[in-house]
């Protein structure tokens, strides 16, 4: 039974090494072609590292084309998204799990009916409602979209967290003198802090990567996110991959240090509940 046991042990961290491997291999392979010189590129062949390494590639997209404009309007997009999506989720699903009104399962039922269309159905109504609007090239109507589309999910996800935690908790709390507002912010909201990070990083993640409506909408440099700026790297007789991989890497900078920063809410927001549940 020892030996069993130990042979299950090994083969098992062998299949999360193996698996681990194959997801990070991606990563990989984009941070070296990224240090690869363009006349290195179709010259050396397959290899893991390139004989020579170099930023040129970094150097070219940060001072030489309009990738900072595209990175900091997908940051001002994504960022405003999630904050939004997720306050609205927030009320939306305390409401949701506390309250019972009439027509809430009509609501949650509209909700679900809104995730039932392919996204391609729905560039034309959108672009013809937006268009008069003034706001099919901006910002502000590419953040308006991505709320509108972000916000069924992320109601249903923040419902699930709040059901999770005993009424009970709220109750003493009114008992004790405490409006349901004040019970809200001080006991359930901190009991929470886990899945508003959770619903920050599906949502931010969600609008950081989203192609389909920001090419459809978005037509001028000025208000390019950077899913659609990767397209510039690629021209009508070539691409240049070693510029079009820097930008990856340098777009994965920002979507890391903030899911650091969930990680380390998900982790006060467990303690938090503990004590004071």
């Not at 729905?122 to 979209?145: D, E, H, Q, R």
Request: aromatic residues 14%.
């Amino acid at each position: 039974m020892t030996r069993k046991r130990i042979v299950l042990t090994v083969l098992h961290r062998l299949a999360i090494l193996a698996y681990v491997a194959f997801a990070l291999f991606p990563l990989f392979w984009l941070l070296k072609v990224s240090v690869t010189p363009t006349s290195l590129l179709y010259t050396e062949g397959i290899r893991l590292w390139p004989s020579r390494a170099s930023l040129e590639h970094y150097a070219f997209v940060l001072t030489h084309s309009s990738f900072p404009t595209f990175f900091l309007n997908s940051t001002i997009v994504s960022a405003s998204t999630a904050v939004i999506v997720t306050i609205v989720a927030a009320l939306a699903g305390y409401a949701m799990s506390r309250f019972v009104f009439r027509g809430k399962y009509w609501i949650v039922g509209l909700l679900l009916l809104t995730q039932m269309f392919p996204l391609v159905m729905l560039i034309a109504p959108m672009f013809k409602m937006l268009s008069p609007l003034g706001l099919t090239n901006s910002l502000t109507g590419l953040v308006i979209v991505y709320v509108a589309f972000n916000v069924p999910f992320a109601t249903f996800l923040m419902q699930s967290f709040f059901d999770g935690i005993p009424k009970d908790l709220e109750d003493a709390a009114m008992i004790d003198g405490a409006t349901r507002f004040t019970a809200f912010r001080q006991i359930i909201l901190p009991l929470t802090l886990p899945g508003i990070a959770a619903t920050l990083g599906f949502v931010f993640t969600a609008a950081w990567s989203e192609l389909l409506f920001a090419l459809m909408l978005i037509s001028g440099n000025q208000a390019t996110t950077f899913p659609v700026g990767l397209l510039s790297f690629v021209s009508k007789f070539s691409v240049d991959f070693g510029q079009m991989m820097a930008a990856g890497v340098l777009a994965l900078i920002p979507a890391c240090l903030f899911f650091l920063l969930i990680q380390r809410y998900l982790v006060q927001g467990l303690t938090a509940g503990a004590v004071k549940g």
